[in-house]
């Protein structure tokens, strides 16, 4: 039997995506310097410390809001900060549905094949849905939530 799968979101609970949140921060959204930033974010000691954590006796799937086309930048990210390695599930490039509903929809996908244990996220929406279906989930409330991220998350349907 294969271990049982943890689900680790990037921004915000392994990723610091605070410095990049100025782009999207106001009237003027510049969404491509936003993406374009994620091989610069520094990594959350307290994310770092819960994957690592669960690695021990799971597998890791990063399930991130991150559009497609940054799937490299990422990559090569987490290679570089020596995170444990694991499969990377992204939204679709001009997806644009809010995170509550993109995640739960490539949960249940997953979860076909799968049992998933935990699924560790900071956006509150998307602990809400993903609690109301029936899925563990882990709060990261190690970063505090910037207004401008929620937003992203939740009304742009961005990260």
């Known amino acids: 039997m294969p271990p049982p ?5 990037l921004d915000g609970v ?9 782009f999207v921060t106001g009237r003027k959204r ?3 310097a936003f993406f374009a930033g994620v091989g610069n974010d520094e990594v959350l000691p307290e994310g770092r410390a819960v994957v690592e954590r669960l690695a021990g006796d799971h597998e890791i799937v990063y399930l991130t809001g991150r559009p497609e086309r940054t799937r490299t930048a990422t990559e090569d990210w987490l290679a570089r900060h020596r ?3 694991g499969r990377l599930i992204m939204r679709r490039d ?3 549905r809010p995170a509550r509903v993109v995640k739960p929809a490539l949960l249940r ?3 076909r094949n799968r049992r998933i244990d935990v699924v560790v996220d900071d956006d509150a929406d998307v602990c ?3 609690t109301a279906a029936g899925w563990p989930v882990l709060r ?3 970063m505090p939530a910037p207004e401008a991220l929620r937003t992203a998350q939740e009304q742009q349907g961005r990260t």
């Open 30 to 32: 510049d969404w491509d």
């Open 5 to 9: 799968l943890a689900v680790i979101d």
């Open 83 to 85: 995170l444990p390695r």
């Open 128 to 130: 809400a849905a993903l």
């Open 140 to 142: 990261a409330d190690w």
């Open 94 to 96: 001009g997806d644009r």
């Open 14 to 22: 392994v990723a610091d995506v605070r410095p990049r949140l100025q």
């Open 109 to 111: 996908t997953l979860a």
